[in-house]
């Protein structure tokens, strides 16, 4: 009895570390509170990543310090691919060139796993701001400067700044109003606090189709599938332009192999019919690519919007 009592203890313990090794749950987390376009991306990927790589992945909100704050956990989490962030491109590409100190550095401290979607910015108007098109609504905004506010998802964000080159390019002072996320800013144009919005269509996108609020024009050199009537800020006459991308990073030190799994289950993910439909839906662009194009891609970025910083004269606190 004894014996057999021992050969089941052994049996079990030997099976202990696969099982663990079974029950081990990925997560995704997302700098942004629930029901932003970060988070529903994340939560889209994550259902299908579930099943491609045979194992529970969770999607896991920790908001602050827009996006930045969780990029600096991640840096420090074990390099095993269980825990990966998806980042909107601001913190890793408009930070740098804000503060004199961050909690990561933006080329050193992260794994680069696959680039996911890039996009522009859509310009919405809620019911604090008069009838019109877009230049209807920056005159009298012009008129009104006590009203001349236009929200984001955070400070220190592509948002931000490209309300900033829009300012500028209309001669139009306007006042930054920051928010922790996109649905709250949201949430604050539908109900007049704040008169325009500057943020990803999927923010408002859902709302404007149902005429709670007005998408008067987007960021993109050209009109988004999304949104095909309505117009580009240069076709306004408004001669500036700004897209973005969302990136799916890990802790340095990832082993090539475990980001070449998960970078094949992304792609995978992204071909899907029905999660390219969901996300073009949202004036998004599916755009995979692997983790050295989205270095690349972010390198790019890094220095596209060093000068346009610098020029602002935008100092962050």
Same mark, same amino acid.
């Given at each position: 009895? !004894?014996?057999? *009592? ?48 045979? =194992? ?18 991640? !840096? ?58 877009? !230049? ?5 905004? /012009?008129?009104?400067?006590? !009203? ?18 829009? *300012? ?10 920051? %928010? ?31 005429? /709670? ?10 009109? *988004? ?23 799916? %990073? ?25 999660? =390219? ?15 050295? =194009?989205?270095? *690349? ?21």
């Amino acid at each position: 009895m !004894k014996r057999r *009592s021992f050969a089941a203890l052994a049996a079990a313990t030997l099976a202990l570390p696969a099982a663990l090794a079974q029950d081990r749950t990925m997560r995704i987390w997302v700098g942004f509170p629930p029901g932003g376009s970060a988070d529903v991306i994340a939560r889209l990927l994550a259902e299908k990543l579930k099943a491609s790589l045979g =194992q529970n992945v969770l999607v896991e909100n920790k908001p602050g310090a827009a996006g930045r704050l969780i990029l600096g956990e991640l !840096k420090r989490m074990a390099p095993d691919g269980q825990n990966l962030v998806l980042s909107p491109s601001g913190a890793l590409v408009i930070a740098p060139h804000l503060y004199a100190t961050l909690p990561y550095d933006p080329i050193k401290d992260f794994t680069p796993v696959s680039r996911i979607v890039t996009f522009d910015f859509a310009v919405t108007a809620g019911p604090g701001a008069p009838a019109g098109d877009l !230049k209807s609504v920056l005159a009298w905004m /012009k008129a009104n400067p006590a !009203k001349a506010n236009y929200a984001t998802s955070g400070a220190g964000t592509v948002p931000h700044f490209a309300g900033m080159l829009l *300012s500028q390019a209309a001669g139009v002072p306007l006042t930054h109003v920051a %928010y922790r996320g996109g649905a709250p800013a949201a949430q604050d144009l539908i109900g007049g606090q704040v008169p325009l919005m500057v943020d990803t269509a999927s923010e408002t996108i859902e709302h404007h189709k149902a005429g /709670k609020v007005r998408i008067l024009a987007v960021t993109g050199e050209q009109r *988004s599938r999304a949104l095909p009537d309505v117009p580009t800020l240069k076709e306004l006459g408004i001669g500036t332009a700004a897209d973005a991308f969302f990136g799916l %990073y890990g802790p340095p030190g990832m082993a090539p192999d475990a980001v070449a799994r998960i970078d094949r289950a992304v792609a995978d993910a992204l071909a899907a019919p029905d999660i =390219q439909e969901r996300i073009q839906g949202f004036g998004l662009v599916p755009n995979h690519a692997p983790g050295p =194009q989205l270095a *690349s891609t972010q390198a790019e970025h890094l220095r596209k919007w060093e000068a346009p910083i610098k020029a602002s004269g935008f100092k962050a606190e």
